[in-house]
């Protein structure tokens, strides 16, 4: 699996941006949000139950992101007409403006190793990517636990402080002075 410091993968995919069939189509790439931290968060399947729920939490993050110059960017491995049915299915995904990769030929989460070999598609996997699409942070999930999306903006506050952040350093505290 790729880790802190790794240079994302270069990658061109289709997304799903929305639940109009007419606007709901783009295809994004690792340089497609220059000069802003990237957030991307795989999940395995659409129409599932755990992921629903982190979606939504994100997307209710989505301005605390943006005041911080991110952008999440959501990815599983179904295809790009899955995801817009998806979001068209669910009230609440249907207001997600986040977009959403799909990694159909699972060549994306083959090259950050966060394909499960057993189930043929991707970990409940979180990377944050700094603008300079260097890996800075990684986390992944057994495919059962939903994540904490307050922990990965906790976590690129603290990134951004450009700082030493001791355990459970959040915006406002202190962080460590060395000599």
Known sequence: ML??????????????????????????????????????????????????????????????????DAV???????SDFVHLAWRQSREDLARVSQPWLSDIKRELSTALGILDVNEGVALRATFIVDPNNIIRF???????????????LRVLDALQTDELCPCNWKPGDDTIKTA
């Open 138 to 152: 990684v986390s992944v999930n057994d495919l059962s636990v939903g994540r904490n999306p307050q922990e990965v």
């Open 72 to 78: 999440v960017i959501g990815a599983s491995t179904d």
């Open 3 to 68: 880790t802190v410091g790794a240079t994302f993968p270069a990658f061109k995919l289709k997304a799903v941006s929305s639940s109009k069939s007419s606007s709901a189509f783009e295809e994004l790439g690792e340089h497609s949000f220059p000069d802003k931290w990237k957030i991307y968060f795989f999940w395995p399947k659409d129409f599932t139950f755990v992921c629903p729920t982190e979606i939504v939490a994100f997307s209710q993050l989505d301005g605390e992101f943006r005041d911080r």
